[in-house]
């Protein structure tokens, strides 16, 4: 068990919806349907795997982590300020002119290891530096999130391939699977499926979990490898939207803003669930 | 340096990167080359097998090339991408922009067999088009060097810069133009020979043709001015400016389009410094490249010893028509 209980992480996800949600309004940009459904993998990334902090940024020997679907930045940018990268009160600033909190993660924004947004590059920088540490025989793993939608880049099995050639079992890529892009349904726009089948055969080991449990993401980020020498594809089965009712599994919330009343509704909604 | 020193037969640049790679590999475990199954044809057999740690094989695949490149030099490495350029700088352009330039990461993009090296094999394995593309991405060094030494010169600077490079080569033994003792300056052009009638711009495997004109233009009592311009970005200004100003007609010489390139790019530094000079890009026309070898291509393009000396006279020319004034030459 880390520092938090399951409990203390639930509501940490519930506090960084709230912001989340706060500083879209403010920027009247994001991509909300897709910061919500990756806040629990973040989460649990941030506060209970992943050895990075402030402090240590600096350490060649840190964890990486590589955010491919670069679009859900509100979210990545709400964990960061949580883990003491930066003042929260810093994203009043995102989509503003000269901020350095721009609509995709940047390196001006410290904690950021990689610029991302255009799709498909995440895993390959992962691959680089996966191989990079068992060159060096150093100890630190490599983490990316993926969007389902993100899958149908060529570029993503390019590195596929190469990630299982080169046995990098420290390499972990988690799919946020909401199952739904811009256009609509994954299946409809250019069916992924079976996606876990597809990277069994390019040689992970695939495991697919509940991403909006705490527990079940513990369990699983915290014990990879699965499998020695294959690198680890975690399907996180998440919900677009998620934790606000109307959001939910609504393919307009892909970057949909809130109009006040709508923004009102989903903070009740959100701060019924704090405790 | 004389003209007379110039007609000593080097090796190919391609070479000449490689045997560097293996010199600095010698004292620098974090020299890693990455190949796309491009380890013969960029002749790095040899330090793959004496460095196998240090190289990484990622198969035909670009765009992963690249992303791979970035996250190894995230670490420290020193990259050394190396694939055909008519595929490394395109084909994975939006990992080049991304992972490397925006993200500022320090790999070096060694594109090999460029411009039309691979002559024959048609234009889907020519680089008319990287300079153009990687020109339009901020943070990016564009290097052409032009023979052995400006090809050594660059990859040493390249290996300990802490910013990304694109370092264009070709395959053709090349003769040397400098001596060994010569200073080279990333973004500082190299003046080959010193000339005041028509000045020629160029980069890379076209230098050569250009001192040829040199000479031939020398014999007609025409002084030729012959620039090594081998970095394509950060321009050197200066130089170009001077030779505007200083003599009676400019042409850049280039293995590339000539929409985008070298030729583009002094045109915009002399138009902007308010200078007028009769001037001519050569390079390749915005046409379907004709089918031959290397020198075939280059030379029916007129970038030859007789199609250069040709169009620097038909300059000339041209200038006494619109000075009206006797030109004479000296």
Redesign the interface.
Known sequence: MGKYSNEELQQKSVKYRLAMLKYIKMAKAGHTGGDLSSTDILNVLYNDVLNVSPANFGDPNRDRYIQSKGHAVEALYVVLADQGFYPETDLETMCKYKSPYVGHPTRKVNGIEFNTGGLGHGLSICAGLALAAKKDKAPYRVFTLIGDGELAEGSNWEAGMMASHYELDNLVAVLDHNTLQITGKNADVCNPHPIDEKWKAFGWQVVTVNGHNIAELREILNNTPIEKGKPTFVIANTIKGKGVSFMEGEKKWHHGVPTDEEYETAIKELESELI | MNIKDILITGKANLQAYCDTLLELAADDPNIIAVTSDSRESGKLTPFADKYP?QI?E??I?E??L????????????KVFTTSPGCFLATRSL??V???VA???YPVNLIGISAGVSYGALGSTHHSLHDVAALRAINNMTIVVPADNFETKEAIKAAAVSPKPFYIKIGKKNMPHLHAENETFIIGKASTILEGADVAFIACGETVYPTVEAAQLLNKEGISARVISMHTIKPLDADVIIKAAKECKAFISVEEHSINGGLGEACASVILEAGLSVPFKRMGIPDEETVAGSQTEILEHYGISASGLSDEAKRLIKQLKHLTNEKYELK
Do not use: W
């Not at chain 2, 690249?66 to 490495?77: I, M």
């Open positions: 740690n990484v990622v198969g695949a765009q992963n690249v992303g791979v490149s970035a996250g190894l030099a995230s670490t420290g490495k939006e990992q922009k991304n992972d925006y993200s500022d």
